[in-house]
């Protein structure tokens, strides 16, 4: 339907400027046609005005007109033309002819006839006059002959000439109609082609297009195809690494459940039941973590859902996750405060928010020796672009090296030797959640030694 609409949109572009043209050549072939019909009636005209002058003569001291029939005859086309003729001395006598012919304004002088239009007994007629001294005349008395026609042989040769140019024009915009569709048609074949190339590939077959055998203006298209397609490859490639990171993490911690089972199962040991059981309980804990870390997971990753937009006081979230993680605080003997210097407040998911502000805090609380502290810093401040909204946290913990600042942002990455449970996935939300919120987000060093994450977003 597109390549339709664009073939009629070219056959547009194309024939109306056409037409248009071949309009401003009608009229002016219409004008080009009349003047040469008045210039081949103007001729006649002045051949009958000489043959009517040839035939005055002086007879015996009378002037005398005869005209003679050829004068008239030479006007016969076929066309029932009427001619008028008179003959007049310079004295107003009429010699021959109709007395009340319109005569030319002024009369004529010179020697060469004059032409003019005018109307008589309702016909309209083309008109010569020609004045001359009669040849013998005594006082060299002039004499004016005047011959008009009416129009209508004039008409069909302004017909005739008008409408062969007008049928050769007409014929040329046919051929460049047929032409145009022709040429379109040659000319969007290869869009086709690339359509069908397109359409043929395979469900899963996200190889490139080939690029060579399409023209150069297609080349951009295509290699705009490849390059998303290309795109589409590396997204199904991450997606399928991340089904089979999440798989594998799940099965770990479900293998342990199903042996911690089938032990409480087959002890009789009542203590040894109660241990194996409290061991699932321990195994199944984790599992609902892991589920529910891959369900924040998706939903902070870009498209997954509409985000709710509301604004969010980044102390207020900051207290409500501290509270919530108190218990684990207490668990390991640590530290665990909130400085709130100025009020922070952004745009964005306030939930998603808290999510990423626990896995920072949680992350802190694992990964800090007993008897460490972790501090949440709330600030409002001022950035490049506008007011922002700072939350940073700080623990005394062992932080993280350089070299592996990059990668714990990755999904399922944890730092070799990281103690205690945990799949990787933690700072994977907090970076889509910051990213979502179109912030960032700094790894550094603590002043207590351990590490100092520093999330800025823009401020309200
Ligand atoms: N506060 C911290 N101190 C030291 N190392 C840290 C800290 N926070 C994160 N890390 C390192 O970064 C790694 C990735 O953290 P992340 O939160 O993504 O995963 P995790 O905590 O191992 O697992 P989980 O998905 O349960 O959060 C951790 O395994 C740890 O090695
Ligand atoms: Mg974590």
Request: glycine letters at 10%; aromatic letters at 4%; hydrophobic letters at 45%.
């Given at each position: 339907m597109r390549i339709d609409s664009l073939r009629l949109q070219l056959l547009r572009?194309?024939?109306?400027?056409?037409?248009?043209?071949?309009?401003?050549?009608?009229?002016?072939?219409w004008r080009q046609a009349s003047a040469t019909a008045d210039l081949v009636t103007d001729r006649t005209l002045d051949a009958s005005v000489r043959a009517i002058a040839e035939d005055v003569r002086i007879d015996r001291g009378v002037i005398d007109a005869i005209v003679p029939p050829v004068a008239l005859e030479m006007f016969d086309t076929g066309h029932r033309d009427r001619v008028f003729y008179r003959v007049d001395t310079a004295a107003g006598r009429l010699l021959t002819g109709y007395p009340d012919l319109p005569l030319p304004e002024p009369?004529?002088?010179?020697?060469?006839?004059?032409?003019?239009?005018?109307?008589?007994?309702?016909?309209?007629?083309?008109?010569?006059?020609?004045?001359?001294?009669?040849?013998?005349?005594?006082?060299?008395?002039?004499?004016?002959?005047v011959v008009g026609v009416t129009l209508a042989g004039h008409a069909a040769m302004v017909r005739e000439l008008w409408v062969g140019n007008f049928g050769q024009q007409l014929i040329l915009l046919v051929a460049a109609g047929v032409l145009v569709i022709i040429g379109l048609g040659r000319g969007l074949a290869p869009l086709m082609r690339l359509r069908e190339a397109v359409m043929e590939k395979g469900r899963d077959d996200l190889s490139p297009l080939p690029d060579h055998a399409v023209q150069s203006e297609l080349r951009p298209l295509v290699a705009a195809l490849n390059t998303y397609m290309g795109r589409v490859a590396g997204q199904m490639a991450a997606q399928r690494r991340f089904v089979a990171n999440a798989?594998?993490?799940?099965?770990?911690?479900?293998?342990?459940?199903?042996?911690?089972?089938?032990?409480?199962?087959?002890?009789?040991?009542?203590?040894?039941?109660?241990?194996?059981?409290?061991?699932?309980?321990?195994?199944?804990?984790?599992?609902?973590?892991?589920?529910?870390?891959?369900?924040?997971?998706?939903?902070?990753?870009?498209?997954?859902?509409?985000?709710?937009?509301?604004?969010?006081?980044?102390?207020?979230?900051?207290?409500?996750?501290?509270?919530?993680?108190?218990?684990?605080?207490?668990?390991?003997?640590?530290?665990?405060?909130?400085?709130?210097?100025?009020?922070?407040v952004t745009r964005g998911d306030g939930a998603m928010m808290r999510e990423a502000v626990v896995n920072l805090v949680e992350n802190a609380l694992r990964y800090t020796p007993k008897g460490g502290t972790v501090t949440v810093t709330v600030?409002?401040?001022?950035?490049?672009?506008?007011?922002?909204?700072?939350?940073?946290?700080?623990?005394?913990?062992?932080?993280i090296p350089l070299e592996e600042r990059d990668k714990v942002f990755e999904r399922f990455y944890r730092v070799l030797g990281t103690p205690g449970e945990g799949s990787g996935i933690g700072l994977s939300i907090v970076r889509e959640v910051v990213d979502g919120?179109?912030?960032?987000?700094?790894?550094?060093?603590?002043?207590?030694?351990?590490?100092?994450?520093?999330?800025?977003?823009p401020g309200v």
């Open positions: 572009w194309l024939l109306l400027p056409l037409a248009g043209l071949v309009a401003v050549n009608v009229f002016t072939s009369p004529p002088k010179a020697s060469a006839p004059v032409h003019f239009t005018g109307s008589y007994r309702g016909n309209d007629l083309r008109l010569a006059a020609l004045s001359y001294p009669l040849v013998g005349a005594t006082d060299g008395e002039r004499v004016t002959v798989a594998h993490q799940l099965r770990t911690p479900l293998a342990l459940l199903s042996t911690q089972v089938a032990f409480a199962r087959r002890t009789g040991e009542a203590a040894e039941r109660a241990e194996a059981l409290a061991g699932a309980e321990e195994s199944t804990r984790r599992l609902a973590r892991l589920a529910s870390q891959l369900l924040t997971l998706s939903r902070a990753e870009p498209g997954s859902r509409r985000p709710r937009d509301e604004d969010i006081d980044l102390a207020q979230s900051a207290r409500q996750v501290l509270e919530g993680l108190a218990h684990l605080a207490v668990e390991r003997d640590i530290d665990l405060g909130l400085d709130v210097n100025a009020a922070a600030d409002g401040g001022a950035g490049e672009a506008g007011s922002e909204a700072v939350l940073v946290v700080e623990d005394s913990g062992p932080g919120a179109g912030g960032t987000l700094v790894l550094g060093t603590a002043a207590a030694g351990g590490l100092r994450v520093e999330m800025r977003l």
